[in-house]
């Protein structure tokens, strides 16, 4: 039988009951609702008295029957607290006026739960997302990382939702939100269960949504193309032979460049790489690309579906982010200004631009924009527009393909794919077209509990920044789909992936972990 502090009850299995041979006319029904630590319901049988007998001392008990597994019983606090019953860890003994008796430690190699309970009582308005203290009741060893699970009545069977999130387990308290989408205001207790947490096996971290493109080239074949290329190899003997920087008086421009960042210049598994600091202080270990390599490499970061022809900048950074050759910033930017997609498309220089505009957002989805393109040709899925959500705080863009701009389309859309995955907007900017003008859109921004605020008719500068990337959206859509127009809204992700992939200079973040 196990001695359990954190049972209120003392259970024993329907399987030791079979075998004790009790009259089943003896249990009585009861209401208790059970759970185990990590959340999941009991099967309860009913409740009974039955004699425990602890070092020769018989003592009548009220236990419930349940389904316990391959547990044979569980000793409660009501057990322990009637009986002043007391428990001596370190010497493993099981103690009362009446009994002494000696514990066995069971060591269980199964995974371990603990329980997450709410640390004060909350109130969580209608229609609104809150964050919550939680503190974690349980012990583990090793692992740092854990899972947080909730249970089923937080998984929208009470109309509340809580999602899944990684936790770290050497902390007592943790902290995560709970979004109430009725319009009743709901009441959660202090130490309610609302979650358990288990150790996460592994977590893996995702730097970029790009492509391992880069994989189709293993260390053998890049260590065989710098040595191929005369500067490089040149550099990697040097290295290899001292770390003394060497003299060298040559007109080679590509050599001198690359001695002239002999400090930061090192060989990793026999390969060249040269060490970037970052703004903030962080080292970034570039490949430095050898000759043949290069032009496969702005290939893939400008050209490529998912890189969807940004500008210089914008493909400088990403280049910069994993590989250095010297010239490289001229060898991009001759790069973008000779692609002849991009010079059939997109304007020349100083056109399409709008004045920054101070926009006072502390954190997100306290003001996102709205914005529709088109119309445009329609695809063979009837659509025609495109909608653009954006997030002026975190710079987090949604794209969606609409059949039509009615009131009705853009409210079902914004409600069903923006809000409900990502939660709702303190305050919506939009112009002043129709179908934000709505009533429709109106109620649900009152139902929601939305500000709503609009430019004037002449002042398209105070949406400059939501329709920004529907110039991009339509630039990259007239390059992908010059031959079949009619599948457009099938390139829209990737080129979404593509924005959302990128290093923002004005945050110093990833687009991808902004939100």
């Not at 880069?214 to 003997?237: A, C, F, G, H, Y």
Request: charged share 25%; with cysteine.
């Amino acid at each position: 039988m196990l001695v359990d502090t954190g049972s209120d009850v003392t259970l024993i299995s329907s399987e030791l009951y079979k075998d004790i041979r009790l009259r089943a006319s003896d249990l009585k029904r009861v209401s208790t609702k059970l759970t185990t630590a990590d959340g999941d319901s009991l099967e309860v049988f009913g409740m009974t008295s039955v004699p425990l007998c602890f070092g020769g001392v018989s003592i009548d008990q009220n236990v419930i029957v349940a389904n316990l597994g391959d547990l044979s019983g569980i000793l409660g606090m009501d057990f322990l607290g009637k009986n002043r019953v007391s428990i001596d860890t370190a010497e493993g003994f099981l103690m009362s006026p009446n009994f002494e008796i000696k514990l066995h430690n069971q060591v269980s190699t199964s995974r371990v739960c603990a329980r997450v309970h709410l640390t004060e009582t909350v109130h969580i308005p209608a229609n609104s997302e809150i964050f919550v203290e939680g503190e974690i009741r349980g012990h583990f060893t090793g692992n740092q990382d854990g899972c947080l699970e909730p249970l089923e009545t937080f998984k929208g069977g009470s109309h509340l939702l809580m999602p899944k999130s990684l936790v770290k387990m050497t902390e007592s308290k943790v902290v995560f939100s709970i979004l109430n989408p009725t319009h009743e205001s709901r009441i959660l207790k202090k130490n309610i269960q609302v979650a358990s947490v288990q150790p996460a096996e592994q977590v893996l971290a995702v730097a970029t949504s790009e492509s391992n493109w880069v994989e189709q080239w293993d260390n053998e074949e890049i260590l065989r193309l710098q040595q191929e290329d005369s500067n490089l190899s040149t550099v990697m003997q040097f290295l290899k032979n001292g770390n003394e920087k060497p003299v060298v008086n040559t007109p080679n421009q590509e050599l001198s460049a690359l001695l002239r960042q002999w400090d930061l210049l090192f060989t990793q598994n026999e390969l060249l790489y040269r060490k970037f600091y970052e703004i903030d202080g962080s080292i970034t270990n570039q490949l430095v690309a050898p000759r043949e390599l290069r032009k496969e490499i702005m290939q893939q970061l400008h050209n490529n579906r998912t890189a969807s022809h940004l500008g210089r900048e914008k493909t400088l950074l990403k280049v910069r982010s994993r590989f250095y050759w010297p010239l490289m910033t001229s060898d991009v930017a001759r790069w973008c200004q000779t692609c002849p997609s991009c010079a059939k498309r997109k304007p020349g220089p100083g056109m399409g631009k709008y004045p920054m505009q101070h926009c006072s957002v502390t954190s997100p989805l306290e003001c996102i924009a709205i914005d529709i393109m088109g119309p445009l040709p329609m695809t063979d899925d009837q659509n025609e527009y495109i909608m653009v959500v954006g997030d002026y705080f975190s710079k987090w863009k949604e794209a969606y393909a609409l059949k039509n701009h009615t009131a009705q389309s853009v409210a079902d859309k914004l409600t069903t794919e923006f809000i409900c995955r990502f939660g709702t907007p303190a305050r919506i900017h939009t112009d002043q077209g129709r179908e934000f003008e709505s009533n429709l859109f109106s109620e649900i921004c009152k139902l929601l509990i939305i500000d709503k605020s609009r430019t004037t008719p002449t002042d398209l500068n105070r949406t400059a920044w939501s329709r920004g990337i529907t110039v991009l959206l339509k630039t990259c859509y007239l390059m992908y789909v010059d031959e079949n127009r009619s599948d457009w809204d099938d390139h829209l992700p990737f080129i979404m992936m593509a924005y959302r992939a990128l290093f923002m200079k004005a945050q110093n973040v990833l687009l991808t972990f902004s939100c």
